[in-house]
């Protein structure tokens, strides 16, 4: 099974239904994943914070959802993860591409990468990183901690994870 | 008329409709004009409203009102096409249009000088775009809350404000009973 559906199915299995997405040329493959699977809704946005309002209403609503975008949306998001996410008190995995890491071949993308655990751990927002393929074995158990948790967390997959550009 | 004389007027014709109010003054407004389970007050985050509003709206049947500003909608104008392209028919967006962000000083924005929120929307693909006077609100919200279709109302009326307190009821308190009250309504 590829990756892309292994994380997909590990949404499944959790019972995330609304799924909202930013593009970035790692996530492409599991974007369409997303998109084509049956079980999920996916209503891409044109901006991360409105995702995540989004996600936050269909919460609301009854349906567990996630987010999946870039790192360097954590630059646009704090406010929203903090006062909306954080304050309210509301579960969002958030599946992110790290960009700017080992493989990387575009330079300014190096820029947030060394911002983005930093960042995350400033505000608190549990974070797992994964690097191999086999790291996504832990899929499972940290979507059961975020909705047990009532907290963003967020996944950062890179380069080698994706299996490089 | 202004944004709370809009409101009071609405106030009686809401009051079980699942709301989500915009930061500042709309919610503050709401709050005090006539506090209800079914209104999702928002404490911070400017602009998601009508996101937050359109994800319920997607998730669950009971109809969904969000009473958003110009200013919120101009900072989060990315929200128009993803609702064009998520048609969600139990969802109204009502923007109240004094063209100006009320709740830090009544600054102006764009959307009373050059700029028509009614047209922008039109342009990203929304099928029922209402533009209406401030005195004809109520009705139009009543009429798009009894219908069937995913509307969006631009409300015109002039800026200003009256002085109302703040909410201090707890965020998590908001979200508990304001789930609670979707899921009745969703039973």
């Known amino acids: 099974m590829s990756v892309d559906n292994v994380i997909i199915d590990g949404f499944v299995n959790n019972k995330v239904e609304f799924i909202t997405t930013v593009p970035c040329k790692q996530l492409g493959g599991v974007i369409d994943a997303a998109e084509k699977h049956p079980d999920i809704y996916h209503i891409p946005s044109n901006k991360e914070d409105e995702g995540m309002g989004l996600c936050a209403g269909a919460f609301m609503g009854g349906k567990r959802s996630a987010i999946i975008m870039q790192n360097t949306a954590i630059g646009v998001t704090i406010n929203t993860l903090v006062t909306l996410t954080q304050y309210y008190r509301m579960p969002l995995p958030m599946l992110i591409s790290y960009r700017g890491e080992l493989g990387e071949p575009v330079a300014c993308q190096a820029e947030m990468a060394v911002h983005t655990k930093a960042l995350l751990a400033q505000i608190n927002i549990p974070t797992y990183h994964f690097h191999k393929q086999s790291d996504a074995d832990e899929f499972d158990k940290i979507l059961k901690y975020t909705f047990m948790c009532n907290k963003p967390v967020a996944i950062l997959t890179d380069a080698s994870f994706w299996g490089g550009y | ?187």
């Open chain 2, 1 to 187: 008329m202004i944004r709370s004389d809009i409101i009071k007027e609405l106030a009686s014709t809401i009051k079980d409709t699942l709301t989500v109010c915009n930061i500042g003054l709309p919610s503050q407004e709401m709050h005090m004009i006539d506090d209800q389970p079914s209104n999702f007050y928002m404490l911070g985050t400017m602009g998601l409203a009508s996101s937050i509003g359109l994800g319920l709206a997607l998730a669950q049947k009971s109809k969904v009102l969000v009473i958003d500003g110009d200013g919120s909608v101009l900072t989060n104008m990315g929200t128009l096409p993803t609702i064009a392209n998520n048609v969600a028919d139990n969802y109204v967006l009502l923007i109240i249009d004094n063209g100006s962000y009320g709740s830090t000083g009544d600054q102006p924005t764009y959307a009373g000088k050059l700029t028509s929120l009614t047209k922008v929307a039109e342009a990203c693909g929304c099928k029922n775009v209402i533009e209406c006077k401030a005195e004809d609100t109520v009705q139009v919200v009543k009429d798009a809350l009894a219908g069937d279709k995913m509307t969006v109302i631009v409300s015109k009326c002039e800026s200003g404000n009256i002085k109302v307190p703040v909410i201090t009821m707890d965020p998590v308190v908001i979200r508990d009973r304001f789930m609670k009250t979707v899921a009745a309504q969703n039973a």
